[in-house]
């Protein structure tokens, strides 16, 4: 009998039913997860990325065109400058349109009063009275009056700082300084006057008559109106310098500067009017020193680019050391709907590297650009021999409304023509104190109608 068969192997263990739901637990467990981890890292890129660009955080600046009113800069001397701001802000486009100055001031208050004027725009230092309702107050966060006061020259902070607001911000400095023929002076033996007492003298000196007395060289350009330019501002710092204040022209301080301006065209006779212009006698040649602002050093260069002059402080009294300020400044219309844009490139166009590179682009096409408003670039340009002398000048530099050449036809221009009566009557004879008496009343009145209050 054959053996029985072996016994079959024993069947496999079954899977037990808590390993059974591991498995399945796996199978959409890790999914699951994945997911999560998804939404996760897209939650991340959502409020990293995308929220802020909708919330404020990183959004996109919007398009801005800025129009921008200068004077005396042409655009291509400009444009570099702003090609290197809109290169680096590809949001702000920038209109600059240079403006005559023909009637620029009553043209300028008109745009601005009807709401078609420019975001930014050039004002003289002496115009804040008339435009004071025109002009934004410049905000903190750019200049605050510590910053200004610290950065630009004092008489900046006396003409541009209304109240607590800093209402226009400089970008150049310029002034008076005393020019001299130094050819003239070296075949005289000269040397170039330091007060006013040597540069009487001086310009007696080197005066010289044909055969019949009138002037073929004269000594220095002052004591007339006709033919002197800047005389108001001579006679401004003459006043200054004598203690006096040009808002009260009844005191004798004052009058006392204007018997020394007219002394040289009266007793003296080192100028009169029969002579060209100062500007263009000093040019051609025909007198020794005038007193003037550092561009009109252009102007003389123009006309005569052979001749060899100098430039140097002007005179002072004993005891003190005043000098005069004439300058422009960059304001933002107070109805500009671009404030913070206008305020940001005036930000710019005011830093040091701007200013170097806006001289640098003047110095192409002309003898030199604007003298340097910040203190902190004074040392780059006192030794230079066209505006050193209106740099080392600037610390102790004044102001008043006799600022010549603004064409304002306003503030200046007013008080200027009272001044002008004073100086031709002493000429003709009259006392310097009866003459200021009318010229009293009539500046009280101008600087009233402006809102001025003296003291």
Same mark, same amino acid.
């Given at each position: ?8 192997? @024993? ?22 997860? *994945? ?27 919007? @398009? ?24 680096? /802000? ?96 070296? #075949?005289?033996?000269? &040397?170039?006057?330091? /007060? ?21 060289? *004269? ?12 005389? @108001? ?11 006096? /204040?040009?808002? %009260?022209?009844? &005191? ?62 002007? @005179?002072?009294?004993? +005891?003190?050391?005043?000098?005069? #300020?004439?300058?422009? #400044? ?5 109805? &500009? ?24 682009? *003047? ?40 600022? &010549?050449?603004?064409?304002? /036809?306003?503030?200046? %221009? ?14 003709? +004879?009259?006392?310097?104190?009866? *003459? ?20």
């Amino acid at each position: 009998m054959p053996p029985p068969p072996p016994p079959p192997p @024993p069947a496999p263990e079954e899977t037990t039913s808590g390993s059974r739901i591991q498995g399945s637990i796996f199978k959409w467990v890790i999914p699951i997860l *994945a997911g999560l981890l998804g939404i996760g890292l897209l939650f991340l890129l959502v409020t990293l990325f995308f929220l802020p660009r909708f919330s404020g955080g990183e959004k996109s600046p919007q @398009p801005v065109t800025l129009t921008y009113w200068g004077l005396w800069e042409e655009t291509p001397v400009v444009k570099p400058i702003i090609d290197t701001y809109t290169s680096l /802000n590809p949001h702000v486009t920038i209109n600059y349109q240079q403006q005559s100055h023909r009637d620029y001031r009553e043209r300028l208050q008109s745009a601005l009063a009807s709401g078609s004027g420019p975001d930014i725009f050039r004002f003289h230092n002496t115009w804040v009275p008339m435009l004071r309702s025109e002009l934004a107050p410049v905000p903190p966060t750019l200049f605050d009056t510590a910053a200004f006061s610290s950065t630009f020259y004092p008489v900046a902070q006396k003409d541009l700082v209304v109240g607590n607001s800093i209402v226009g911000v400089p970008l150049m400095i310029d002034g008076l300084g005393l020019y001299y023929n130094k050819t003239i002076f070296t #075949a005289a033996g000269k &040397s170039p006057p330091q /007060n006013w007492e040597e540069l009487r003298q001086t310009a007696f000196d080197l005066v010289v008559r044909d055969q019949i007395g009138r002037l073929q060289t *004269a000594g220095i350009a002052l004591g007339t109106t006709t033919n002197v330019e800047h005389w @108001p501002d001579i006679l401004a710092l003459m006043i200054l310098q004598n203690g006096g /204040n040009p808002a %009260d022209p009844s &005191s004798t301080a004052t009058a006392d500067a204007l018997r020394f301006y007219t002394i040289f065209s009266t007793s003296d006779r080192v100028w009169d009017d029969s002579l060209p212009n100062s500007i263009f006698a000093f040019a051609t040649e025909k007198v020794a020193m005038i007193i003037a602002p550092s561009w009109q050093a252009h102007a003389i260069k123009e006309i005569n680019p052979d001749i060899d002059f100098a430039i140097i402080p002007v @005179p002072q009294l004993p +005891g003190n050391t005043i000098t005069w #300020a004439s300058y422009w #400044a960059e304001g933002v219309s107070e109805k &500009s709907q671009n404030q913070e844009a206008a305020f940001k490139f005036l930000q710019y166009l005011s830093d040091r590297g701007t200013l170097v590179n806006f001289y640098t682009e *003047a110095s192409k096409v002309r003898l030199f650009g604007e003298p340097y408003s910040r203190r902190d670039l004074a040392e780059t340009l006192e030794s230079d021999e066209f505006v050193g002398a209106y740099i080392t000048q600037a610390p102790d530099a004044q102001s008043f409304y006799l600022a &010549s050449r603004t064409f304002d /036809n306003g503030i200046n %221009d007013k008080i200027i023509k009272y001044y002008e009566d004073a100086v031709n009557a002493v000429n003709q +004879g009259e006392d310097a104190q009866k *003459a200021l008496q009318t010229v009293a009343q009539g500046v009280a009145q101008v600087l009233s109608q402006y809102g001025i209050v003296t003291q």
